[in-house]
T-cell receptor, first 112, second 114 residues
Framework: EAGVTQSPTHLIKTRGQQATLRCSPI?????VYWYQQALGLGLQFLLW???????NRGNFPPRFSGRQFPNYSSELNVNALELEDSALYLC???????????FGQGTRLTVV | QQQVKQSPQSLIVQKGGISIINCAYE??????FPWYQQFPGKGPALLIA?????SEKKEGRFTISFNKSAKQFSLHIMDSQPGDSATYFC?????????????FGKGTMLLVSP
């Protein structure tokens, strides 16, 4: 069974640009979570989607947004990139909100 | 506000030794405490988890000790092996609100020397 897949693996953008990160959950999973793992800060919760709806949002500015598609895959968009947005962005999926979430390998975003 | 404090930041243990990582939490409503293991270039993977109604849980060489009154929990890795070298994260959450409330510690980088 395929795990959570994220693309691209690495992404380099210039300050002010927009970045789009993609996540395919494990088959049958309807909940998708996005986390930011910045150096020295651990994992910070960004967004939670379930059944196509945004269910919860972490303490991040509105330029971090996303969506979940009918096939439960998800997209994270970061607008007006800032240098401090450089981080590993992790996606996780779960069968439902009450069960364990499994993480993908992440997208390494570098803003220069 | 850092709701889960993890220590130490890094740890070097000899092969065969015991690795101990400690975490403290603030929110007494947390009811699920998982530990994650992350290897370089990989996402975190669930290692072991505990609920506050038990004081200890053991799975193979990995043991979680939980002290509800002190709001602390710890991970013990017995007979540590070089393959255990990774970054370990403790976390805490409210299970009825899904993984969106999963609050992580800042991680401990463990190196097990041969």
């Amino acid at each position: 069974e395929a795990g959570v897949t994220q693309s691209p693996t690495h992404l380099i953008k210039t300050r002010g640009q927009q970045a789009t990160l993609r996540c395919s959950p494990i088959s049958g999973h309807t909940s998708v979570y996005w986390y930011q793992q910045a150096l020295g800060l651990g994992l910070q919760f960004l967004l939670w989607y379930d059944e196509g709806e945004e269910r919860n949002r972490g303490n991040f500015p509105p330029r971090f947004s996303g969506r979940q598609f009918p096939n439960y895959s998800s997209e994270l968009n970061v607008n007006a990139l800032e240098l401090e947005d450089s981080a590993l962005y992790l996606c996780a999926s779960s069968f439902d909100p009450d069960t364990e979430a499994f993480f993908g390998q992440g997208t390494r975003l570098t803003v220069v | 506000q850092q709701q889960v404090k993890q220590s130490p930041q890094s740890l070097i243990v000899q092969k065969g030794g015991i690795s101990i990582i400690n975490c403290a939490y603030e929110n007494t409503a947390f009811d699920y405490f998982p530990w994650y293991q992350q290897f370089p270039g990989k996402g975190p993977a669930l290692l072991i988890a505990i609920r506050p109604d038990v004081s200890e849980k053991k799975e193979g060489r990995f043991t979680i000790s939980f002290n509800k009154s002190a709001k602390q929990f710890s991970l013990h890795i017995m007979d540590s092996q070089p393959g255990d070298s990774a970054t370990y994260f403790c976390a805490a959450t409210l299970m009825n609100s899904g993984y969106s409330t999963l609050t992580f510690g800042k991680g401990t980088m463990l190196l097990v020397s041969p």
